[in-house]
């Protein structure tokens, strides 16, 4: 069942077999301070780490995508159009809710609802954003060396392609002009590579040792100091990202 449906539910004050959030908000008993709480709420279970499946559903989807990103030291392919179905959703399910919100025959209970469930709109928007601003960040930080990397490029949107050439050819003017043109010709540079002195430009770190968690059993990997190590489903291990760049690229894997 998509958002939609579950927002005609709303709507008609109907209800199906289905536990959706919506459905659990329109169908909660109304509030009574003068009456005890049988069942105490419990609080919201951590997401848990599983693994994706035919029936995960577009947020989970996200939310894994989102947590490896935040988590990863390289950039990730964009999902764009994981993005795109998601924020359709949310556009749909913000005209419904105002439909309702205008509706002259919704009660002052179901206004309650109702902002329950732009509450949870709200914290879809906020994993977006944060995703976006996530990739955003890598792009600014690694501008210059995307400019050179047709791999790395290959894994933006045509929206980050352009902005991380824009980005890098503005930070070469202004590194020109504050600091380059007052020096030598021969030293007048920004790609010089001398023996023994790290890169001028900046480059994602591999090397960095990050948490993975086996979503299967995965084939050994091997580890810088030579041994191989073989992770099993559910395994969480600490390790250096390019060990499992290609277990995390095949989703065999996930950050946390």
Known sequence: MDWDEEYDLLAAGGGAAESSFIERVRNA???DDD??????PRRPAPIPLAQPTED????????????NERNCPDILPAQEELLVTILDHIRRQSQTVQLLRDDASTSEDEHVRIMLAQT???RV??????????RQYKIDKYARFIRT?????????AG??????????????????????????????????????????????KT??????????????????????????????LVPYYVVEQLVARGEVELV
């Open 29 to 31: 008993l109304p509030d």
């Open 56 to 67: 995960e559903t577009p947020l989970q989807q996200l939310i894994r995508h989102w947590i």
């Open 125 to 134: 928007k906020f994993i977006v954003r944060s995703y976006i601003r996530t």
């Open 208 to 237: 960095r040792p990050v948490f993975v968690h086996a979503l299967q059993d995965c084939p050994p990997i091997r580890l810088p100091d030579g041994t191989a190590l073989e992770m099993q489903k559910g395994h969480i291990s």
């Open 149 to 157: 990397d047709a791999e790395v490029q290959r894994r933006l949107t």
């Open 160 to 205: 980050e392609r352009d902005h991380a050439s824009r980005y890098a050819n503005i930070l070469d003017r202004h590194l020109y002009k504050c600091v380059l043109q007052s020096l030598p010709p021969e030293q007048a540079h920004l790609d010089d590579s001398p023996g023994f002195v790290p890169s001028m430009i900046t480059q994602p770190d």
């Open 35 to 40: 009456l005890p709480i049988p069942d105490a």
């Open 120 to 122: 949870e709109m709200e």
